[in-house]
């Protein structure tokens, strides 16, 4: 059974747009939420991450939004470029147990 | 070096043949995980291990499949009798105990032939 999931499998945003991916958890021992961005034949690396005793994180042009009661957080990509074509990954981590969960990526692709 | 280093980076072998994959995780990382990538395809779970405490094999596909950890560092995953299927790039990465960030390596392409 899968811990995280994530949706969509894949996106296609314009230029200048907003990129939208969702995941959702159902283990409340979860106590960390990062997303990692992978580039074509590159290990995947973190991106920004967020705890839930806040709703939303804000790093440049990248958003966390966190909702603890539906289980679901977000990633917000603002004014979305070439550059950010990717695949994404939210994970959850359960603290007790200091183990990573992963999302099951979503490929990004932001047309010029 | 400061990072997770796999290797091989890429290794072709011959359908029946045994591989090994190498990972060297950051130093005084506790946790290492390794996963498998298929072609523009998510991150599939293989293995967990945590300090000295018993690996969480539950993500090995079959029993072709293995890893250990020695001295709580290296780690070596083993593909016994490969096959076709099992071509996908092989992922590791680390975490310690007080830093949040599961640091991956480049992974390890294999293609079986």
């Known amino acids: 059974q899968q811990q995280v999931k994530q949706s969509p499998q894949s996106l296609i945003v314009q230029k200048g747009g907003i990129s939208i991916i969702n995941c959702a958890y159902e283990?409340?021992?979860?106590?960390?939420f990062p997303w990692y961005q992978q580039f074509p034949g590159k290990g995947p690396a973190l991106l920004i991450a967020i705890r839930p005793d806040v709703s939303e994180k804000k790093e440049g042009r990248f958003t966390i939004s966190f909702n603890k009661s539906a289980k679901q957080f977000s990633l917000h990509i603002m004014d979305s470029q070439p550059g950010d074509s990717a695949t994404y990954f939210c994970?959850?981590?359960?603290?007790?147990?200091?183990?990573?969960?992963f999302g099951s990526g979503t490929k990004l692709n932001v047309k010029p | 070096g400061a990072g997770v280093s796999q290797s091989p980076s890429n290794k072709v072998t011959e359908k029946g043949k045994d591989v090994e994959l190498r990972c060297d995780p950051i130093s005084g990382h506790t946790a290492l995980y390794w996963y498998r990538q298929s072609l523009g395809q998510g991150l599939e779970f293989l293995i967990y291990?945590?300090?000295?405490?018993?690996?969480?094999k539950s993500g090995l596909p079959s029993d072709r499949f293995s890893a250990e950890r020695t001295g709580g560092s290296v780690s070596t995953l083993t593909i016994q009798r490969t096959q076709q299927e099992d071509s996908a790039v092989y992922l590791c990465?680390?975490?310690?105990?007080?830093?949040?960030?599961?640091?991956f390596g480049q992974g390890t392409r294999l293609t079986v032939v």
């Open positions: 283990n409340t021992a979860f106590d960390y």
């Open positions: 291990f945590q300090g000295n405490s018993a690996p969480d």
């Open positions: 994970a959850a981590r359960e603290d007790n147990f200091n183990k990573f969960y």
């Open positions: 990465a680390s975490s310690s105990d007080i830093n949040t960030e599961a640091f």
